[in-house]
């Protein structure tokens, strides 16, 4: 079985004062000690460490949004994942689709990336998803294989991490549509995806990679979709820019 983790993507949202209210709301629940889930929060790469600052010795995880594939050296503007993880970040999100559309992000890179991140400690939350056009050619399958075969890190190193790996699930045309997929057609994807984890991971490896779905998750399709086989929880933008919405969410693990 593989553990429970809610995960909000901040995107470029927020400003100090914003995460210091999202945070401190986060923390005045009074449902923590039920809580099983791994709770994250992925602010903006300049709020990390003030983000983690607030919530250290708390139940709150802090991720950054994407790490370069190097920990150091001459990539102007670019996010070191040996310095997240020295500014308090535990998690890091790679090959999110707005990184694939906007940087021109291939499977190639993104790999390394996850690769970086789990040398600098970090647990990589590792993204896949069809567009539109790949879902309406009946290619989504084929796809997200794809990406998991070409840039799922090397995990053969029995020091590589893999017990920290994430994988989410999001399909590019549910992100920030409000369109969600149907609880079958996540129940279709993360069937497969869990099938091609044991056989590249082994079954014990396999069967506990958390599979997170993202895409519009909300309050009023939490229940529906974390209930599904082999969703292990979500990956949220918009709703978790609002603390009762991502509670909500959270509590939907419960
Ligand atoms: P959304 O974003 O919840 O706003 O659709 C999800 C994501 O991009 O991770």
């Not at 995960?7 to 039920?34: C, H, Y």
């Not at 993880?85 to 996850?114: C, F, M, P, Y």
Request: proline share 4%; aromatic share 4%; charged share 25%.
């Amino acid at each position: 079985m593989a553990r429970k983790v809610i995960a909000g993507n901040w995107k470029m949202n927020g400003d100090r004062s914003f995460a210091q209210d999202l945070v401190k709301s986060l923390l005045s629940r009074p449902e923590w000690g039920d809580l099983k889930a791994e709770v994250v929060v992925c602010p903006p790469a300049l709020l990390v460490s003030s983000v983690a600052e607030q919530t250290a010795g708390t139940p709150i995880h802090v991720g950054g949004q994407d790490c370069h594939q190097n920990a150091r050296g001459a990539h102007t503007g670019d996010q070191s994942p040996e310095l997240l993880a020295d500014l308090g970040a535990s998690h890091v999100i790679v090959g999110h689709s707005e990184r694939r559309q906007d940087h021109g992000e291939t499977d190639n890179q993104i790999r390394s990336k996850a690769e970086a991140a789990l040398r600098a400690g970090l647990t990589p939350i590792f993204c896949i998803g069809e567009t539109e056009q790949e879902r309406s050619d009946g290619q989504t399958l084929a796809v997200v294989e794809k990406q998991i075969r070409d840039g799922l890190p090397d995990l053969s190193a029995a020091d590589s991490g893999a017990d920290r790996l994430i994988v989410a699930y999001e399909p590019v045309w549910a992100i920030g549509t409000g369109k969600t997929a149907t609880a079958s057609d996540v129940a279709e994807v993360h069937a497969a995806l869990r099938r091609l984890l044991i056989e590249l991971l082994g079954e014990q490896g396999g069967q506990t990679v958390p599979l997170l779905y993202g895409g519009s998750v909300k309050p009023d399709n939490a229940d529906e979709l974390l209930s599904v086989d082999d969703v292990d929880g979500a990956l949220i933008g918009g709703a978790s820019l609002k603390a009762d919405d991502f509670w909500a969410i959270a509590l939907a693990t419960l």
